[in-house]
């Protein structure tokens, strides 16, 4: 985006965009789209389900959280498709799963193996549940850098060289590692680079701090080896609310933002700049459908580009009964 930089104070809305045709590919609920986000980022109008829920063969607790998509085209040869879609039940017993298709639009068809990491692994853990998968790819090395939780005081780490059969690595995150909080799950990593921390990657994740939840972050020249900030970087009380989770780092207008899930329901943004030393809450990022299958809930957003096309993947319903939602952008 070329926009100049933001005053922190200020949020810009765009006028509100025409509701898109629903992809012939996924079963879709009409609606109109919503005002621009702040920042100039663009409003998302649903189009349907990345997964037919009901085929699945893999789908334990009837629960889809946690989206990741991820290009392969572009990366290695050979892949099951142009994308690759990682998600996983929470609720015990979990399970990192995955889809693959050749659109952002759809159709995605299920990985005939889910899961591809489960809760038991060797003599590496035994634990209730994996879940919370977020895939990075990892240039130097050129493998694809799997981050997950299991239990929800732990994220891990496990790489692949084709996005399919991983290679365990070990822990990055517990909550031993960080003063004051209880949990340390819904990592998710992204390539930026803070110079004056000797910094080439990020983690944006949520910690529960004082019985409330929070977004923390860390930092690292590696994505393995990682330091981490005591204190929050944002706050629930900014945006009026008591819980706060699954960040995602959107980058534009020179600067850096991270979007979440709010416990009213809503994706919220707030600027915390490259430096990560700002906490300037922009407000409600995205509204969610009062009907299906978001029912008052969004959760968990992630984003990709297919030519041209912003689309954002998220969570979408109450907790339970979640799906994986797709939207695509519209201003």
């Known amino acids: 985006m070329s ?17 898109l045709t629903t992809a012939a590919a996924l079963p879709a609920l009409s609606s109109p789209a919503a005002a621009a986000g702040p920042a100039g980022f663009p409003s998302y109008s649903y189009l349907g389900q990345a997964l037919n829920t009901s085929a699945l063969s893999y789908n334990p607790t009837g629960e889809l959280i946690f989206p990741c998509v ?6 290695m040869t050979g892949g099951l ?18 889809a693959y298709g050749n659109s952002l639009a759809g159709p995605f068809t299920e990985y005939h193996a889910n899961p591809i990491i489960g809760r038991q692994w060797g003599s590496h853990f035994n634990v ?9 790819w990892h240039t130097a090395t050129r493998r694809w850098y799997l981050y997950f939780h ?17 290679s365990y690595h070990g822990v990055v995150l517990n909550t031993s590692m960080v003063p004051g909080i209880s949990e340390a799950s819904y990592a998710r990593v992204f390539d930026h680079t803070i110079s004056s921390r000797g910094a080439r990657y990020v983690m944006v994740y949520m910690g529960n701090h004082g019985g409330k939840r929070k977004i923390f972050w860390g ?22 609310l008591t819980d706060l989770s699954g960040p995602h780092l959107l ?20 600027e915390v700049g490259n430096a990560f030393d700002r906490e300037v809450h922009l407000g409600v990022f995205h509204t969610p459908l009062t009907g299906a299958p978001d ?36 201003s």
């Open 81 to 98: 498709g142009r994308y690759y879609l990682y998600y996983a039940p929470h609720d015990a017993p979990g399970g990192i799963c995955l």
């Open 150 to 166: 299991g239990e929800n005081t732990t994220t891990r780490l496990a790489t692949s060289a084709d996005g399919v059969n991983f």
């Open 128 to 136: 209730s549940h994996v879940s919370s998968p977020h895939v990075l």
């Open 295 to 330: 029912s008052r809930r969004s959760a968990a957003p992630a984003f990709g580009t297919d030519r041209g096309v912003s689309y954002m993947f998220y969570e979408a319903g109450q907790r339970g009964s979640s799906v994986v939602a797709v939207a695509r952008a519209v």
């Open 251 to 270: 980058k534009a207008n020179g600067t850096a933002y991270v979007v979440y899930h709010g416990n009213s329901g809503k994706m919220y943004l707030t």
């Open 70 to 75: 991820r290009g392969t085209y572009d990366r």
């Open 219 to 240: 930092w690292s020249a590696d994505a393995v080896s990682w330091q981490f900030d005591p204190s929050p970087l944002i706050s629930p009380a900014g945006d009026g």
């Open 3 to 19: 926009d100049p930089i933001l005053d922190r104070r200020t949020v810009l809305r765009a006028a509100a965009g025409t509701a």
